[in-house]
């Protein structure tokens, strides 16, 4: 970083903890109380409240997706005068500049500011982002998105040799729900909800989307999964992973497929549903296979110490309104071989047993024991059945990232057809994979200290919530200069993280390693 930017950075920042400091308060009491309020509009300057839209600019150059998209995923005979990757990188920008659905486009467009921001005379209305994503076919949604696993490749690229040890891909199907009447290819599933049923592919290590696939709402969790499962085997391999590990709940399974992963040296620990042969399996085990479980009881605060548990205030309502209240007491591993029906080979079953009160009000009723079954070929050796339980409660961060992509807006559907929200879908969740790479784009250099502080701020942006990042990194407003053959994003305000924003700034502006 620039030593002149460097200094106006900790001046801000020394301003800003002296006015906020307890010991230099000014007597203002109550504190929010403004004078007489004016408004005004600017002659000349323009500013846009996402000034860190232009490091996101910058990565995209670095990585030239629009190179990619417009290459792998051709969808116009002509550019008159919009680009495929004029429309996608549209949709993914409105995303992280605030918009959350297809209408605020028309809010973007009509921002000259935000027009200048990105070095363009004008970017498409809802209505042609809505024709653009109806011209797609199946193939086009997949080309698409094997498009953009080229620049995908290019920041992996970028990561140090341990970041290659172990990929970790999770699968997992999620309801879009949609009130909408006349939309082709919507179904219901078993609770009663309307709408598509998508089936997502994701990376754990960075929390990346690999694929996206839109279904109809009636379509069964695994329905292609194997397929997708090997094409980000296939990512994976290319890109220089030496393991592989595949993830996925009881509807992944995928029995069938075991055998060809198993021998193509692919690892897995995939949940299996509680089927009467198992259960009797698990019952008939010695005592002497049983294993205690034990979690984390507490959290530790930066003192060292452990932070005492708050009370359960819910537990107190059912028990007082003697509701029926099923309370763990303890769990219990142990494992044993299994050979699926479906399988030639046998594989390691691991069977978690909880021991469950069950109780109303004060009085209990009885205890109940469920099993919990996950199928692995991970050796013994390198994984214990408590690891193995551990790893597979570990995909629940797949939620997370798919509730992510539900309050962003990109697990949404403002289209009329199954192929052309799945279209959209890829779209807008390219915001989310680029707020991923922005993090891989920091390079771990310099000392100890320095290398331990980067890889910190690269971990804090991989597992920021979208509404974090964009308040952290992405609002923060600037104003627009054009100067010569430059673009000039003069920040306006100081904040925390723009050490980080600058430090991205300039690792984007640096040429990729090959």
């Keep these: 970083m620039q030593r002149s930017r460097r200094g106006k950075l900790e001046a801000r920042k020394h301003r800003v903890k002296k006015r906020i400091d307890k010991a230099h308060w000014n007597g203002q009491s109550p504190m929010i109380d403004p004078p007489t309020i004016q408004y005004e509009l600017a002659e000349r300057t323009q500013a846009i409240a996402a000034g860190g839209l232009g490091v996101v600019q910058q990565l995209v150059r670095q990585l030239e997706v629009a190179q990619s998209i417009n290459k792998g995923c051709p969808i116009f005979k002509f550019h008159l005068p919009y680009s495929e990757a004029d429309h996608v990188l549209n949709m993914a920008y409105n995303l992280l500049a605030g918009g959350t659905c297809l209408e605020h486009l028309e809010l973007r467009r009509s921002d000259e500011a935000y027009l200048d921001a990105l070095g363009a005379q004008r970017i498409p209305d809802p209505t042609t982002a809505g024709d653009f994503c109806r011209r797609f076919s199946v193939w086009d949604v997949f080309a698409l998105q094997e498009a953009l696993h080229e620049p995908r490749r290019k920041v992996w690229q970028q990561q140090p040799e341990s970041f290659f040890e172990l990929a970790v891909i999770e699968a997992d199907g999620t309801m879009v729900e949609t009130c909408g009447e006349r939309k082709e290819g919507i179904g219901m599933n078993h609770k009663g909800q309307w709408g598509y049923h998508p089936l997502v592919m994701t990376l754990a290590n960075t929390r990346e989307v690999l694929y996206l696939v839109n279904r109809s709402g009636n379509r069964p969790s695994h329905e292609n999964a194997a397929g997708y499962f090997d094409r980000s085997i296939e990512l994976c391999r290319r890109a220089g992973f030496r393991q592989v590990r595949l993830r996925g709940d009881t509807d992944f399974s995928q029995t069938t497929h075991?055998?060809?992963?198993?021998?193509?040296?692919?690892?897995?620990?995939?949940?299996?549903?509680?089927?009467?042969?198992?259960?009797?399996?698990?019952?008939?085990?010695?005592?002497?296979?049983?294993?205690?479980?034990?979690?984390?009881?507490?959290?530790?605060?930066?003192?060292?110490?452990?932070?005492?548990?708050?009370?359960?205030?819910?537990?107190?309502?059912?028990?007082?309104?003697?509701?029926?209240?099923?309370?763990?007491?303890?769990?219990?591993?142990?494992?044993?071989?299994?050979?699926?029906?479906?399988?030639?080979?046998?594989?390691?079953?691991?069977?978690?047993?909880?021991?469950?009160?069950?109780?109303?009000?004060?009085?209990?009723?009885?205890?109940?024991?469920?099993?919990?079954?996950?199928?692995?070929?991970?050796?013994?050796?390198?994984?214990?059945?408590?690891?193995?339980?551990?790893?597979?409660?570990?995909?629940?961060?797949?939620?997370?990232?798919?509730?992510?992509?539900?309050?962003?807006?990109?697990?949404?559907?403002?289209?009329?057809?199954?192929?052309?929200?799945?279209?959209?879908?890829?779209?807008?969740?390219?915001?989310?994979?680029?707020?991923?790479?922005?993090?891989?784009?920091?390079?771990?250099?310099?000392?100890?200290?320095?290398?331990?502080?980067?890889?910190?701020?690269?971990?804090?942006?991989?597992?920021?919530?979208?509404?974090?990042?964009?308040?952290?990194?992405?609002?923060?407003?600037?104003?627009?200069?054009?100067?010569?053959?430059?673009?000039?994003?003069?920040?306006?305000?100081?904040?925390?993280?723009?050490?980080?924003?600058?430090?991205?700034?300039?690792?984007?502006?640096?040429?990729?390693?090959?």
């Design 258 to 514: 075991l055998d060809r992963w198993h021998a193509a040296g692919v690892e897995f620990v995939f949940g299996m549903d509680a089927m009467p042969n198992l259960v009797e399996l698990a019952e008939n085990l010695p005592d002497s296979a049983w294993k205690r479980l034990d979690r984390k009881t507490g959290r530790v605060n930066k003192s060292g110490k452990t932070r005492a548990r708050r009370p359960n205030y819910k537990e107190q309502f059912v028990v007082k309104k003697q509701y029926k209240n099923k309370r763990l007491e303890r769990e219990f591993v142990a494992e044993f071989d299994y050979r699926p029906t479906a399988c030639k080979h046998t594989y390691r079953m691991v069977v978690l047993r909880k021991e469950v009160s069950v109780s109303e009000g004060q009085q209990k009723l009885f205890d109940d024991s469920p099993y919990f079954f996950f199928i692995t070929n991970v050796a013994k050796s390198e994984a214990s059945p408590q690891r193995v339980v551990r790893e597979s409660n570990q995909r629940s961060d797949q939620e997370n990232i798919i509730a992510q992509l539900k309050s962003m807006g990109a697990l949404s559907a403002p289209l009329s057809d199954l192929v052309s929200n799945g279209a959209y879908m890829v779209m807008a969740a390219l915001a989310w994979n680029l707020k991923c790479w922005l993090g891989l784009s920091i390079t771990e250099a310099g000392g100890p200290t320095a290398r331990a502080k980067r890889r910190s701020e690269k971990h804090r942006i991989l597992r920021m919530d979208f509404a974090t990042f964009r308040q952290t990194l992405m609002d923060v407003p600037a104003q627009i200069l054009t100067c010569g053959r430059r673009l000039i994003y003069r920040l306006l305000s100081w904040r925390p993280s723009l050490e980080t924003l600058f430090r991205i700034h300039t690792c984007v502006a640096l040429p990729l390693r090959h």
